[in-house]
């Protein structure tokens, strides 16, 4: 397969990248200036690319089989702190990109999309999306360690998947486990839909590894067609 990986430097888009190489497919990566990357990688191509530049987007996707975008606002591989400030500072650029990634899809319909997303969209309970409970949200951000400023960028994800799901584009958007971080690749999960996975402790976690594992599964064979889909061990 063809596939691109939007923010292909990032912590989860570069374990995509690697992982999707791994199988034999071809890899387009895309970060905002590609001159900046010294890789060389067999089944890899560097290329710069403006996700807010729909008609730019558009023109990167002939012959594209899978678009996999990981755009967060920096790099938080490089530089955590500024990616969650810069999310807090603007919560609004998540709806704006996946709305330039509809609009690239709307001359090449048969691409897929799938957007790698938030944890705070999944319901706690039924009925009760995360994003939704400030108590809930809270708690969540305290056990991460993350300021609670960035109940902001976890509600712009979520109004980032509001805008998916009126769209009639070949779009599916990935939630990761509530407590994503580097780890080992075990090739193993269990997947879920719009309630996280959780572990025999109750906890919902994934390494960085296998949600690369599972993306790329989800890319190689289509489950989630205009729809969210989880994991978690």
């Known amino acids: 397969m063809r596939i691109g990986v939007i923010g292909a430097s990032g912590t989860i888009s570069s374990r995509v990248v690697t992982e999707a190489v ?4 071809q890899v387009t990566a895309f970060t905002r200036d590609a001159s900046r990357i010294r890789e060389e990688r067999a089944g890899v191509e560097w290329r710069s690319l403006d996700v807010f530049d729909a008609e730019g987007v558009a023109a990167a996707l002939p012959g594209m089989d899978v678009l996999i975008s990981g755009y967060q606002p920096g790099n938080a591989a490089a530089d955590f702190a500024a990616t969650v400030e810069r999310s807090v500072a603007d919560p609004s650029v998540f709806v704006t990109a996946a709305r330039s990634l ?19 969209s999944l319901e706690v309970e039924p009925g009760l999306v995360h994003a939704d409970s400030e108590e809930h949200l809270h708690g969540s951000l305290d056990r991460l360690g993350l300021p609670r400023s960035y109940a902001a960028a976890v509600r712009g994800h979520r109004d980032a998947l509001n805008v998916l ?7 599916t958007y990935f939630s990761p486990a509530e407590d994503i971080a580097p780890g080992r690749r075990t090739g193993r999960y269990r997947l879920g839909g719009d309630q996280p996975v959780l572990d025999e402790d109750g906890r919902s976690r994934i390494s960085v590894e296998d949600a690369a594992v599972a993306l790329v599964d989800e890319a190689e064979l289509p489950r989630f067609v205009q729809r969210r889909f989880t994991i978690g061990y």
């Open 165 to 171: 799901r009126v769209s009639n584009r070949l779009w």
């Open 22 to 25: 791994e199988r034999g497919h």
């Open 102 to 120: 509809l609009k690239a899809l709307e001359s090449h319909p048969r691409v897929r999309l799938i957007v790698i997303g938030g944890a705070g």
